[in-house]
Every structure is written in C-alpha cells, then in structure tokens.
C-alpha cells in the first residue's frame, strides 16, 4: 500500500488568486473524493472522480474544479480564492465497483488559507 | 438539522474509562465509517460497517440499521486516543460520504 499524499501540507494564498491541489490515489483504487474542512466542522464534500470524470458533486461553486489523471491521481482547483476558502482540504481515494465505494484512504490534507 | 448527528461534541475522560460516542443519521445508508483525526488534520479509518458490529483492538463500532443509529466504544481508554472521532454515512444510491461534525475526545492520565 502506497497510502494517498497530499500536497502541498500548507499553503498561504491572497484572495482573488488560483490555488490548486494535489492528491494521490491508493494503489488499486480507481476513486477519488474532495472534501473541504472548516475549522471545528466535519468535512463537507466538493466532488469525487472516477475513471477520470466528475461522478457527483456538492454544494460548491463552479470555481472548484478538478481534474483524474489515467493513474488515478487528482487536482482540485479553486479559482478567484475567498476568504471563506480557508479551510483543510482533504482528499480520499476509494475502490468502486458494482457494490460499492470500499476502503476510503484519506489523505493528510492541504491547510489553505486565504489572506 | 444535519443529515448525520453525533454526541457528544465533546468528551473527556480519565486514563483506563470506557467512552462511548454516538451517531444517528437520517438517510438511507450503504455503509456507515467512524474515522479518527488528530490534531493535524489527517483522517484515519477505524471502521467500516453496515450492520451489526465490529472489534479492532480496543474498540468496537456497532450499528443498528432499523434505529439509524451507530455506537463507538473504546474500552480502558488511554491519552492517546485524544482526538476527533468522526461518523461518516455512504450514501445509500450514491456512496457519497457525508459526515458528522465529529466528537472532540480528551483522555486524561
């Protein structure tokens, strides 16, 4: 097992500005999902990727986008940061098949911040 | 009110205590996961379950489908269980996670 690595771990962005993030997948895994964390809050889903597509989405603005690479790895990215960005995002690669998601792995996330 | 509830928010206890956190959701469910993260962020699985119950060590998850309800145990508990203990559902036609807002644990020696 490879694990999934985020990076970067930190990152200090001005508003207005594009940030974008990085997650691998778990060896054998084919599924990745976002997931923003404010302070004190439980993880809120952005969007999960699969086989490269977009396979569901949140309540998130346009200007969170992302991106499945053919080994399985993710970017999301935010354009025209806000404050309200701010947050711990965090990155699960997953196996999905005919009966289900199995073996969420999660990353250790990218702390944004929004200045 | 949120889709995934969890009690407490916020729990302490001394060296060697049995805790006990709880889930209760209200959608219809593939699977329920109680993760643990510690205060850098990231996420850990302990469990993943869909009915009945399951041991790992020192703690054990329950879940009861028919009350939507979920339990996690963790017997002689020890400082180094401090964290955040958090209920995650997948959604039963999507698989989507959807999360509690977690339970802060303190174990005191």
């Known amino acids: 097992e490879t694990g999934v690595t985020q990076s970067p771990t930190h990152l200090i962005k001005t508003r207005g500005q594009q940030v974008t993030l990085r997650c691998s997948s778990q060896?054998?895994?084919?599924?990745v999902s976002w997931y923003q964390q404010a302070l004190g809050q439980g993880p809120q889903f952005i969007f999960q990727y699969y086989r490269e597509e977009e396979n569901g989405r949140g309540n998130f603005p346009p200007r969170f986008s992302g991106l499945q690479f053919p080994n399985y790895s993710s970017e999301l990215n935010v354009n025209a940061l806000e404050l309200d960005d701010s947050a711990l995002y965090l990155c699960a690669s997953s196996y999905l098949g005919g009966a289900g998601n199995y073996g969420y792995t999660f990353g250790s996330g990218t702390r944004l911040t929004v200045v | 009110k949120n889709e995934v509830e969890q009690s407490p928010q916020n729990l302490t206890a001394q060296e060697g205590e049995f805790i006990t956190i709880n889930c209760s959701y209200s959608v219809g469910i593939s699977a329920l996961h109680w993760l643990q993260q510690h205060p850098g962020g990231g996420i850990v699985s302990l469990f993943m379950?869909?009915?009945g119950k399951k041991k790992h060590g020192r703690l054990i998850a329950t879940i009861n489908i028919q009350e939507k309800h979920s339990s996690l145990h963790i017997t002689a508990s020890h400082p180094r269980d401090s964290a955040v203990y958090i209920c995650a559902v997948s959604l039963y036609n999507t698989d989507k996670l959807i999360f509690g807002t977690g339970t802060r644990l303190q174990v005191f020696p």
């Open positions: 379950l869909s009915s």
């Open positions: 060896s054998g895994h084919n599924t």
